[in-house]
């Protein structure tokens, strides 16, 4: 497979966005934002597309704005919100998928959770790593906007990522209504790594991520027509 490249405008800028086909015959399409720090082709973001295309899920990865211009400060977040839906804007022009996950990785997720808040018309809600918190930093909750959701979600965090406390996790969603599903990486931290005294290996860690979302996209992903 080989990659197809996109250059989107978003106000008077523009975006570079990218997309191999995951095989994938029943319109399932995910635009995959990534993390604060990273960009559309960091080693991460690379390792998680192979995985989920593989699993037949057709992945968009793009840059935020901020990176497109190498800079390394994110952008506020109705800024990476406005870049985000120039991309799900084009994705719909040029695959008109059947179903539509909006999602990313940590800050990525973040801005996908917060338009689905807004009621961003999406299938579904896809993260890895939501940031929750800062580090060292339990006070500030970004949890405000979870119970706005309405579509169903899968978030992956690992038991060591120091942005989720898994117990403030747990008490952030008791007042969500949708389905949400919560899958914890047993000893995996904010980038999924896991310490070799664990017994297993960070691909294995994707193989599990790969696995959950091939299920639960599998559970209500429109049916072929």
Known sequence: ???????????????????????????????????????????????????????RLDVIRFNFLYREKGSGRPDPMPRLEKCFEAVVARVREELKPRTLII????????????????????????????????????????????????VPVLCFNGTRDTFCTPELMVKALEPVKTKWEM??????????????????TDAQVLEEVGTVTQAWVGSFASPQR
């Open 1 to 55: 497979m080989t990659d197809t490249s996109w250059s989107i405008p978003v106000g008077d800028e523009t975006t570079t966005a990218v997309y191999r086909a995951g095989g994938a015959d029943d319109g399932v399409v995910f635009v995959c934002a990534h993390g604060a720090g990273g960009r559309l082709n960091d080693k991460g973001m690379l390792a998680l597309a192979k995985e989920l295309e593989s699993r």
């Open 103 to 150: 999602g990313g990785r940590s800050m990525g997720g973040r801005a996908a959770s917060m338009l689905a808040a807004k009621g961003f018309d999406c299938d579904g809600l896809l993260m890895f790593a939501y940031p929750l918190h800062p580090p060292g930093q339990p006070e500030k909750l970004r949890d405000a906007h979870l119970p706005s959701i309405k």
């Open 183 to 200: 899958h914890w990486l047993e000893g995996a931290d904010h980038s999924f790594h896991v310490l070799k005294s664990s017994g297993r």
